[in-house]
């Protein structure tokens, strides 16, 4: 009685109204050009003709390995009231992961409301967006003294240098989203902000900050730092103090990093606090894909005979070679699927969240010599999982 399929424009208000009563946003009238944005499909669950379940698929891409992955989103998940806690959660994702991996899609993520129906179908928590918050007087206290670049409001021709710093940042991370496609206008960004600055050495911009002010001027005023991004020292510690130059109007800093970052080492890390924490999961879509897509160390030569166990993705179940040379992955079917691994546990090793040691004891991995361990930990050893936007 139940059916899963695609939404079209004409269940556009049904859709809205599900989603907005599940997050509280249904005072706001329903967006115009809802929801025709390309790279954006909408799955449904059916009861009769009344929309009960949905999730959205967003087209986008992760950088793993120096590579961009192609993700699926996954936003806007919510079930009606009356027939939550009856499988059409799981209904409408599993078919928005068949659909995912028709479309291309290696990998997907998503920032979870509660992990527990994401972990029974096999994402698992391996990173968080988190927002610190640091008094700005101990910003003006660093004591980080050298030379400072020098700091203007950035103009449309920074456009191009803002990109190529953001990218070259998110290149060398462990998951930052690649921001470009249809979600991701650079030119939104000088009006996206309530500051934008540039850090200049002679003529190249090798720096910049994305930073909202809050109103007032009282104690519960703030500057909140979306990208800071350095080149080099100099920038950073330009940014950093414009950043503290606000101290009088603004007693508190809240700053979008995920360490290690250069800016962290010019801070005294005992002044900060969590402000807001969203922890986000993965799962692989399609392992084979996934493999293949992201960059491996090149150092990293060997052969691993995994089974796979994932039954809401059984393309890629069962007895898989992974073969790492010369820096390219690849997961064939076959092997003797030694080393037993779920899903959840897949999703942990491929973002580097969790050592081999750390599966084994939680029951995600097993089989694996200590060779094969040490080869698995080193394959995607790395910065510490991150993704700055959240959707
Ligand atoms: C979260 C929500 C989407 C789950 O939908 P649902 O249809 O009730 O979930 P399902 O019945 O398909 O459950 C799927 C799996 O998750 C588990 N699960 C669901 N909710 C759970 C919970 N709160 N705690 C523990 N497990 C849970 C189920 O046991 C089931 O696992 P199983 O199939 O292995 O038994 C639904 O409760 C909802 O719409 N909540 C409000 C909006 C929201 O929070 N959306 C999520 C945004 S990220």
């Known amino acids: 009685m139940f059916e899963v399929r695609e939404l079209t424009t004409e269940d556009a208000a049904d859709a809205y109204r599900l989603g907005s009563v599940a997050f509280g946003y249904h005072d706001r009238p329903i967006p115009e050009s809802f929801p025709d944005r390309p790279g954006r499909t909408t799955f449904g669950v059916f009861e009769g003709t009344r929309l009960v379940a949905k999730a959205v698929d967003l087209e986008r891409g992760q950088w793993f390995g120096g590579r961009v992955v192609p993700t699926a989103a996954v936003a806007g998940v919510a079930v009606t009231p009356e027939v939550r806690a009856k499988g059409l959660a799981r209904m409408v994702l599993t078919e928005l992961l068949r659909r995912a991996r028709e479309r291309g899609a290696a990998i997907s993520t998503l920032f979870p409301t509660t992990p527990f129906p994401y972990r029974a179908l096999g994402w698992e928590e391996v990173g968080a967006l988190t927002y610190l918050a640091i008094p700005t007087a101990a910003l003006a206290a660093n004591r980080d003294g050298g030379p400072l670049a020098r700091l203007r409001p950035a103009t449309e021709a920074d456009l191009p240098a803002i990109e190529r710093l953001y990218r070259d940042v998110a290149r060398a991370s462990t998951g930052m989203m690649e921001r470009s ?65 606000w101290q009088s109007v603004a007693p508190t800093t809240v700053l979008r990093l995920t360490s290690p970052d250069p800016a962290f080492l010019g801070l005294a890390s005992s002044s900060m606090s969590v402000d807001q924490r969203k922890p986000w999961m993965l799962r692989l879509v399609d392992a084979a894909r996934a493999v293949e897509a992201r960059g491996w160390p090149s150092v990293v030569e060997g052969e691993v005979d995994l089974d796979v166990a994932d039954e809401v993705c059984p393309w890629h179940a069962g007895p898989q070679r992974l073969i790492l040379s010369g820096g390219e992955g690849r997961l064939e079917p076959g092997g003797t699927g030694t080393v037993r691994i779920t899903s959840r546990g897949l999703a942990l090793w491929y973002a580097g969240a969790a050592t081999p040691a750390v599966l084994r004891r939680a029951g995600h991995l097993e089989g694996a010599d200590a060779k094969t361990g040490e080869l698995l930990a080193v394959a995607t050893a790395g910065p510490a999982p991150a993704l700055h936007d959240y959707f």
């Open 181 to 245: 496609g249809p979600d991701f206008a650079v030119a939104d960004v000088l009006t996206g902000f309530d500051g934008v600055t540039v850090a200049e050495d002679q003529d190249q911009v090798i720096g910049y900050a994305t930073w909202d002010r809050s109103s007032g001027y009282d104690t519960s005023s703030r500057v909140k730092a979306y990208d800071v991004i350095g080149e080099r020292p100099e920038a950073t510690r330009a940014l950093m103090g414009m950043l503290a130059g």
